[in-house]
């Protein structure tokens, strides 16, 4: 049995209690994919997953435009390299914009929140505390992420894979089913027991 970090442990208590006051409004899906204004792409950790991410960006491009399209690294790792800086904004977090335990700091939140995204799209394959802390700053928004994975609160759309190893194939059936959804007439309502309404779509 793994036994979890004191870091991990303090991270997971302080993100519990962010999460028991999360508050995740309505979303008419489809609708709520047609006309995002700000898009923030939580990106993975690892550069095997970068690189597999890059190779989607024309595909994210086509799925959000016009919309500016922002990317949000781990903290601490440069992308700069790895990711075209043209038709882009990247963001890097600092040390200092994270706590000890590796969640943002709330005044790193209130600069997120400047931007007003109002699209979140987390293609980390691993939990990230980070990732979720930020997911959680974002109530209003459209938070979409892969089935069987965090959940609500953080997400309010979760798109399933059959792939559970082979991650270009789970980035890609992702992103072809929510290519699929947004431009369908299907609407469909499945409220959990909080009254909140969650979708899962399934590839």
Request: charged content about 25%; overall charge positive; aromatic content about 8%.
């Amino acid at each position: 049995m793994m036994t979890m970090s004191l870091r991990d442990y303090v991270a997971k208590i302080k993100l519990d209690s962010r999460k028991a006051k999360a508050d995740s409004g309505r979303f008419d899906f489809p609708a709520a994919l047609h006309k995002p204004k700000q898009v923030l792409v939580c990106l993975p950790g690892t550069l095997r997953q970068l690189t597999l991410v890059k190779q989607f960006l024309p595909t994210l491009t086509e799925l959000f435009k016009p919309a500016e399209i922002t990317l949000l690294s781990m903290p601490g790792i440069r992308i700069a390299d790895i990711f075209p800086r043209k038709g882009f904004r990247i963001l890097t977090p600092t040390s200092d914009q994270t706590t000890w335990s590796g969640l943002a700091k709330k005044n790193y939140l209130k600069l997120l929140q400047e931007s007003k995204f109002d699209l979140l799209l987390d293609l980390n394959l691993e939990v990230s505390y980070f990732t979720s802390s930020v997911l959680l700053g974002f109530p209003k928004a459209v938070r979409i992420g892969r089935g069987n994975h965090l959940g609500q609160p953080f997400y309010n759309l979760e798109i399933k894979t059959k792939y559970l190893r082979d991650e270009r194939n789970i980035y890609r059936s992702l992103l072809e089913t929510l290519s699929l959804f947004k431009n369908s007439r299907v609407r469909p309502s499945t409220p959990d027991h909080s009254g909140q309404a969650s979708e899962e779509l399934c590839t």
